[in-house]
């Protein structure tokens, strides 16, 4: 498994940006997908974003396509979550998630992720 620690969120204003960022020490020799997930008050954990980590392949949640960027710095074992255009639906704990043997197959966000960071809260105002 890979230790997961995830840092930038804050408070904004609705239209502002923030930029979260997910320590993975080593994980490029363990993990073959990354991902972002959240959890909005009162309701379910939902996917975000996921790169594959061999080739940079990138998917959304339509709720984000357009505003948020996912990438990877594996030299500094770094996996970035951009946001922009935020909306007050983009409220929640955000979590940085690694999948490793023995999960393979299409990196997506319903795929099996076997590390969590602890999460780090966003919340943004009308």
């Known amino acids: 498994q890979v230790q997961l620690v995830e840092s930038g969120g804050g408070s904004v204003q609705a239209g502002g940006s923030l930029r979260l960022s997910c320590a993975a020490p080593?994980?490029?020799?363990?993990?073959?997908?990354m991902g972002w997930f959240r959890q909005p008050p009162g309701k379910q954990r939902e996917g975000v974003a996921t790169?594959?980590?061999?080739?940079?392949?990138?998917y959304y949640a339509k709720s984000v396509r357009g505003r948020f960027t996912i990438s990877q710095d594996s030299a500094a074992s770094m996996v970035y979550l951009e946001m922009n255009s935020l909306k007050p639906e983009d409220t929640g704990i955000y979590y940085c998630?690694?999948?490793?043997?023995?999960?393979?197959?299409?990196?997506?966000?319903?795929?099996?992720?076997?590390?969590w960071g602890q999460g780090t809260q966003v919340t943004v105002s009308s």
């Open positions: 998630a690694a999948r490793g043997p023995p999960y393979g197959g299409a990196c997506l966000t319903n795929a099996k992720f076997n590390s």
């Open positions: 080593g994980y490029t020799a363990t993990a073959n997908c």
């Open positions: 790169i594959l980590i061999g080739d940079n392949t990138t």
